[in-house]
């Protein structure tokens, strides 16, 4: 147990960083390494020592990430009758996400800056893509703006929890949030 404590993050990001590999150079692996994500990320969470430990994770935060598990297993198949399921459980999963950044830190006046900041640019990020892709989208253009939506709300849910006086030191689910805009995980049949 020790080893997987002392080690696991470690793996999780090799994981994560191979997986970004395999899918730049189109390799078949990226299936594999998409399905060991989500479980190694589980297995770091659980092993944290308590006097590590942030916040302890509740049942929102484990819906969350059982949906997106079951999103990843959905999608490792590309095909165009698993990707809308795939989708729905992406956007639920950012919607327990959501709900978990809330509990850490709910929004108040005073800190509603960032998550507008973070509203606004998706905004504008959202508008581009769909200028560019708007045409390749076909009949999925609907469920990947409910996406994008979903996307945009984690997304400032989580960076409202950087103004969390303890939160802020620690930036594992603003980054997880963050994860999610950088490598998006639905793939476009």
Excluded at 3 to 22: G, Q, V, Y
Excluded at 31 to 48: D, N, Q, V
Excluded at 96 to 101: C, G, K
Excluded at 148 to 170: D, G, Y
């Amino acid at each position: 147990m020790e080893f997987i404590r002392k080690h696991i993050l470690t793996i999780f990001w090799a994981l994560l960083f191979l997986h970004c590999a395999f899918h730049f150079f189109h390799l078949p692996f990226v299936a594999i390494s998409k399905l060991l994500l989500i479980p190694s990320l589980m297995m770091y969470l659980f092993t944290r020592r308590k006097e590590v430990a942030l916040t302890g994770i509740n049942i929102f935060y484990l819906i969350a990430m059982l949906f997106g598990f079951i999103g990843d297993m959905l999608l490792v198949i590309i095909n165009d009758l698993l990707f809308l399921p795939g989708m729905i459980a992406y956007m639920i999963n950012l919607v327990f996400l959501s709900i978990f950044f809330l509990q850490l830190h709910p929004l108040s006046f005073k800190s509603a800056g960032k998550p507008l900041l973070v509203v606004g640019l998706l905004v504008i990020v959202g508008y581009v893509f769909l200028h560019f892709m708007g045409n390749h989208l076909r009949e999925f253009q609907v469920p990947i703006l409910c996406y994008m939506f979903f996307v945009t709300i984690a997304a400032a849910m989580a960076i409202n929890t950087t103004s969390h006086p303890q939160l802020k030191k620690q930036a594992g689910y603003f980054l997880q949030a963050l994860l999610y805009l950088l490598f998006p995980t639905p793939y476009l049949p």
